[in-house]
Structure formats: structure tokens, C-alpha cells
């Protein structure tokens, strides 16, 4: 069992930084691949980003490329999310999500463990 915990999330204004972790509890989180999601207010949630178990291989929506950076830190048991150049479409609360295997692409379901989220709001 892992259980995840993002932290992070606040009001920002737009054009601005944020760095989201991702905590997990277990001592085999470093052989999972970890992922970034988000859902909008009505909307459906969206894949952000992943990462292999390693760190050496990423994965990114085209809607964040160059703005969004996802890594890892193995020995601390956090993925982080650094975002920038925030946009008000970016408002979303956002999830990082943990596959038990050494996944990292962009589908929801193959990801077992799920955080609870962490709202990140891009307002003036």
C-alpha cells in the first residue's frame, strides 16, 4: 500500500511559480512511475506529467511543455511539480497518482495510488 500527499497548491498570480510535492509513505515507491494530473471545474481530469522510477525518463501534456518540470527525489520519497509561467487555465487541483509498475505515461487508469490533491488557482 502507498499512500500519497500533495502540498504546494495556493493562489497565484498569473505568470507566476509554484512547486507541488508529492510524498509517499512505503519502501518501494522508488520502483513505481508517478504521474501529475489535473481536473478543472467541470472539466474531465488531464494528464500533466510522469516520471520513471528512476527520473530518467519524463513525459509531458503539450499544454504544459516547457513550463512544467517533474522529478523526483527517491531517497525522500517526494516527486515534485515545478510550474511556471502560470496561466488561469491552470487552475485545477491537481493529483499526483503512483503505478506499480514502472509506468509513466499519460493514462489514469493504469496508476493504482491516487493523493487527494492539492487546488492550485491562477487569479489576479
Known amino acids: 500500500q502507498v499512500q500519497l500527499v500533495e502540498s504546494g497548491g495556493g493562489l497565484v498570480q498569473p505568470g507566476g511559480s509554484l512547486r507541488l510535492s508529492c510524498a509517499a509513505s512505503?519502501?518501494?515507491?522508488?520502483?513505481?512511475?508517478v504521474g501529475w494530473f489535473r481536473q478543472a471545474p467541470g472539466k474531465e481530469r488531464e494528464f500533466v506529467a510522469a516520471i520513471s522510477r528512476s527520473g530518467g525518463s519524463t513525459n509531458y501534456a503539450d499544454s504544459v511543455k516547457g513550463r512544467f518540470t517533474i522529478s523526483r527525489d527517491n531517497g525522500k520519497n517526494t516527486v515534485y511539480l515545478q510550474i511556471a509561467s502560470l496561466k488561469p487555465q491552470d487552475t485545477a487541483v491537481y493529483y499526483c497518482?503512483?503505478?506499480?509498475?514502472?509506468?509513466?505515461?499519460?493514462?489514469?487508469?493504469?496508476?493504482?495510488?491516487w493523493g487527494q490533491g492539492t487546488q492550485v488557482t491562477v487569479s489576479s
Open positions: 512505503g519502501r518501494t515507491f522508488s520502483t513505481y512511475g
Open positions: 497518482a503512483a503505478a506499480v509498475t514502472d509506468y509513466s505515461g499519460s493514462y489514469g487508469r493504469l496508476y493504482r495510488y
